[in-house]
């Protein structure tokens, strides 16, 4: 085996109700989907179908206004049914009522002899998929002129809940590998694959050809592709690389094997309120009332799409975020405890030992949104580095995009980190601090700097 990378800083939140990896993902039909220009960090959205048209899988629903090039398709086929207009005219979200016999936009394909930058990017930019590409610093689509130094793919996840990514390529590895063929050739360097040392198994990762493997250890954020690019290859001032997640590179090797775009996704419902946690095999957007129909242990819970430190919150009749593979389900804090922190809480988890729950180090917790405490004067702690595995002062960088202080966020490193990589600065704060909101702002205030 190759060196195995330790992450010795960091925190696994263990909630109930993850879904068990050796589950299957039976096939279901829905009716609702939507696409929310609101997934996509930094696009500004250009409509290209108007409510009541007809869509076919793969007919692009807005474009990009800096960039007509980057559009975004529609993952089935059906009736525009309505436009979603939110503040200042903004569109948060297009919804469509999918048609069980699904029809397909074709696309012209080369054959893989004749894979080169321009042909690839061409038809990754006219199906649409250019939007599955992401790019460090920034945490924004790419722009199709760039060149990235290298691709970085995780294959596992780390975060509460997640979903066993072996789990969500299993039956589709010649399509894995098909796209990982086809994206190389967007690069000069190489793509680094993320292995979990103990828990990857399955050989559409650990025997993928045309890629380095690269092997890590430790709890969460191991499985954050920013962790990955920091210990494997650092991002520095004025380079660039892309990351995309398993899941859409197999859609990008259907789209090169068969001309047409495969929205299919495996998406995992867990968490403690779901009575049954499991995988379902849907399409991109999926209304999630249909994945918690019958399914919720109480009314008063909170709906997330994504994981519970990232993730967003959105209604129980919401819709699954673009690049989500999880609907989290987890108690509304809207219940004061009976006599705070002074129990004993065995059933309370705390990161500062707090409660005695610490003596039982295997146990799972029902783990709800209550912020344990009003926001206050940030609090020098020293705990942030704890749980922060990079070679980045997190405590600073925070407090120089706080004063908005450019030169001093770029010398301190935020070109390697996005909002993500401070979720579990968030999740222990005791000041109650929005940090994910404050490295964003910080992010998008470089950015309009240099670009």
């Not at 494997?232 to 660039?240: F, K, S, V």
Request: hydrophobic content about 35%; overall charge neutral.
């Amino acid at each position: 085996m190759d060196k195995v990378i330790k992450i010795k800083k960091g925190l696994d939140i263990r909630i109930r109700g993850r879904v068990d990896a050796s589950l299957s993902a039976p096939t279901v039909f829905y009716e609702k989907y939507a696409v929310k220009p609101t997934d996509f960090y930094g696009f500004l959205p250009k409509l290209l179908v108007q409510k009541g048209d007809k869509v076919r899988q793969g007919t692009p629903l807005f474009c990009h206004k800096k960039d007509e090039r980057i559009k975004v398709p529609s993952p089935v086929t059906g009736t525009v049914t309505d436009i979603l207009i939110g503040q200042k005219r903004s569109i948060e979200a297009i919804l469509i009522r999918a048609e069980k016999e699904s029809e397909y936009v074709s696309f012209n394909v080369p054959s893989a002899v004749e894979y080169s930058n321009e042909t690839v990017k061409s038809v990754l930019l006219d199906a649409g998929l250019w939007c599955m590409l992401r790019r460090r610093p920034y945490d924004t689509i790419p722009s199709p002129d760039d060149t990235p130094r290298d691709i970085f793919i995780s294959c596992f996840d780390s975060s509460p809940l997640a979903p066993d990514m072996e789990m969500l390529v299993h039956g589709r590895e010649k399509e894995f590998q098909a796209g990982i063929d086809a994206i190389k050739h967007l690069t000069r360097g190489k793509i680094y694959l993320g292995l979990h040392v103990s828990h990857t198994t399955s050989y559409a990762f650990k025997e993928c050809k045309n890629v380095e493997i690269c092997y890590f250890d430790g709890p969460h954020p191991a499985g954050n592709v920013g962790v990955q690019i920091h210990h494997i290859a650092p991002l520095n001032r004025g380079e660039q690389v892309w990351y995309i997640h398993p899941q859409d590179v197999v859609s990008i090797g259907a789209l090169f094997s068969t001309g047409k775009y495969d929205s299919t996704r495996i998406v995992a419902i867990a968490g403690s309120e779901v009575l049954r946690a499991r995988y379902v095999k849907t399409r991109q957007g999926v209304n999630v009332s249909y994945l918690l129909e019958n399914n919720l242990s109480e009314n008063g819970v909170r709906v997330i799409s994504g994981n519970i430190l990232t993730g967003k919150r959105i209604e129980p009749n919401g819709y699954v975020g673009f690049y989500d593979s999880l609907v989290s389900v987890i108690p509304e804090g809207n219940r004061s405890r009976f006599l705070g922190w002074i129990t004993p809480g065995l059933n309370l988890y705390s990161f500062s030992r707090s409660f005695f729950s610490w003596l039982t180090l295997d146990r799972e917790y029902k783990i709800d949104t209550n912020l344990n405490g009003g926001r206050r004067a940030f609090v020098l702690t020293g705990d942030f580095e704890r749980v922060f595995p990079m070679d980045i002062y997190p405590l600073q960088l925070i407090k120089a995009c706080i004063t908005k202080d450019v030169e001093k966020m770029m010398d301190l490193g935020i070109y390697e980190v996005a909002p993500e990589d401070f979720a579990l600065c968030e999740y222990i704060d005791a000041s109650k601090t929005e940090i994910q909101q404050i490295i964003k702002e910080g992010l998008e205030l470089v950015r309009a700097e240099i670009e």
